[in-house]
C-alpha cells in the first residue's frame, strides 16, 4: 500500500514542466558599452528569474566607479515582455560611503519581421560627488540596442 501511494503521489508531482526561455541584450556606440541577459518562466506573466548585466560608460565627465556598473536581478526596476515589445529598466545606487549616485538603464525594443528585437537605450548617470547647493551633475546618453528573445 505504501509504495502505491509513493507511486501515486510522484505521478501527479510530475505534471508538465514550465517552459522557460530568456533574453539578450546588447548595444556597443561611442558612448557605452552594454549586456544584459535574462531568464524568463513561460506563463503566469512570464517573471524574469535571473538576469545579469553589464555596462560600460566612455563618457569621462561620469565618475570612475560609476562607468562599469554590473546588474543583477535584483536591481531589475521594471520589466514587460510581450509577443512584439521587450522594455526592461534597470537601476543600480552607488555602493558604499561615498556621496549618493545611481545608474539607471532603460531598454525599450519592438519585434522586426526576422525575428530579432531592435529599439533604443537610455542611460542615466546621476552623481552627487563633488555637488555644490546641493545639486548633482546628471549625464543621460542614448543609442541603438538588439535584443534576442527566446
Not at 510530475?14 to 557605452?32: E, K, L, V
Not at 524574469?48 to 566612455?58: A, D, H, P, T
Request: proline share 2%; net charge negative; hydrophobic share 40%.
Amino acid at each position: 500500500m505504501h509504495k502505491a501511494f509513493l507511486f501515486f503521489s510522484a505521478l501527479l508531482m510530475s505534471g508538465p514542466a514550465a517552459a522557460s526561455g530568456g533574453f539578450t541584450c546588447s548595444a556597443d556606440d561611442g558612448s557605452a558599452s552594454i549586456n544584459v541577459n535574462g531568464g524568463v518562466t513561460d506563463g503566469m506573466g512570464s517573471p524574469v528569474f535571473s538576469l545579469q548585466g553589464e555596462i560600460g560608460i566612455r563618457d569621462a565627465a561620469v565618475a570612475e566607479d560609476l562607468r562599469k556598473t554590473g546588474f543583477e536581478r535584483t536591481h531589475l526596476a521594471q520589466y514587460w515582455l510581450d509577443g512584439s515589445e521587450l522594455r526592461l529598466v534597470l537601476y543600480r545606487e552607488r555602493e558604499g560611503d561615498k556621496p549618493h549616485g545611481y545608474v539607471e538603464l532603460t531598454l525599450r525594443t519592438m519585434a522586426q519581421a526576422d525575428g530579432a528585437f531592435a529599439g533604443g537605450y537610455v542611460l542615466e548617470v546621476f552623481d552627487m560627488t563633488g555637488a555644490t547647493a546641493g545639486e548633482g551633475m546628471a549625464v543621460r546618453l542614448d543609442g541603438a540596442v538588439s535584443c534576442s528573445v527566446e
